[in-house]
């Protein structure tokens, strides 16, 4: 933090996600975005089209980055660990910026339209990762299948990390996740929780 | 269908489905629906509070039935396993109604914000089946991955039913999607489609 010197970007970022934060998405306008970076709006238009922008940017490069990531995964992999690598390579996207990343999830928590959003968002991830699968030679179900798996076990992984980063990286938490993932299906280990993979299910003790 | 007397509700609900199809969701108005249902349009706004809840009725009992048949379900059975009986019991609610569930299929697709509506419906389900998990006893972490996988699979299934429902019911896509979803951890099977492989499933919650 010590001696990064922010482009205006990052600064017009910084400041919208603060004011979301602490007024709320919907009631800050442009004008007290750009008031708190030190900036005009007209500079504010040049980088985001709208307030939303700021938390969805069309120019992500998480998508392009999952593709590429998944058509270099070693061949013989099963499909689930195709993704584990794809998601893990993605994952210092969100890890070197974990603050802007951790606010940006709280301003998203409390807003229903911007849920909406971002699920939309991670089900294009999810038709990336299928698309990319199908280029593999994967058959298109089994492939659509795997993506959004891919995708759900991502979702939890992340929620994960956020709430206890000190913990793992993000991409260790993906890695147990699809671990665990791949466990829900096999009877003699079916309670088994990422973390506490000796203590198993309380059900079963019944 | 013969002898099935719709009553205004279902009316309402063909006229409406019928009209989103043709001239597009946003394009209808409620005058047109009531017309088209010989109705009023008061007698709509008695069933529904906008063009919209057609499409997403506020009392759907999708999300009790999953719950309840969560709750039911055997106990020694691996989570995955619980949630293929949760959703082969809600089947039912979609194939009593394949018709109608097809044309409102087809009025989502065709339009994004609908789309990212659904995609919240679906969120909810997942959030609903992961209390329902948790009552059983398991773990918060791995319900909530349980849930997730398992509304990611019914996902595919549904795609797979209503583009080919005349292979399956519902319920069947159900199983052997998740019998896939089981395999594609696998690296000797990780090509395999849902059908490709022997149909393994029907054994597992029957």
Known sequence: MSRWKPDARGRLEKAALELYNHKGFDATTVAEIATRAGLT???FFRHFADKREVLFPGDSPLAALLADATAAA??????LAVLAHALAEAAPVFEERANLVRQRQAVIAANPEL???ELAKLAALASTL????????????????????????????FDRWINAPE???LA???RETLDA????????EHAAAPDDV?????????
Chains 1, 2 share one sequence.
């Open 41 to 43: 709006e007209r500079t």
């Open 74 to 79: 070693p061949v013989p992999l099963p499909p």
């Open 115 to 117: 849920q909406e959003r």
């Open 130 to 157: 299928a698309h990319a699968l199908r280029e593999r030679g994967l058959e298109a179900t089994t492939a659509a299948l795997a993506a959004e798996i891919g995708i759900a076990t991502f979702k939890v992984a």
């Open 167 to 169: 913990r793992h990286t």
């Open 172 to 174: 260790q938490h993906i």
């Open 181 to 188: 993932a791949g466990r829900l299906t096999a009877p003699d």
């Open 198 to 206: 000796g203590s198993t299910c309380q059900e079963r003790g019944a």
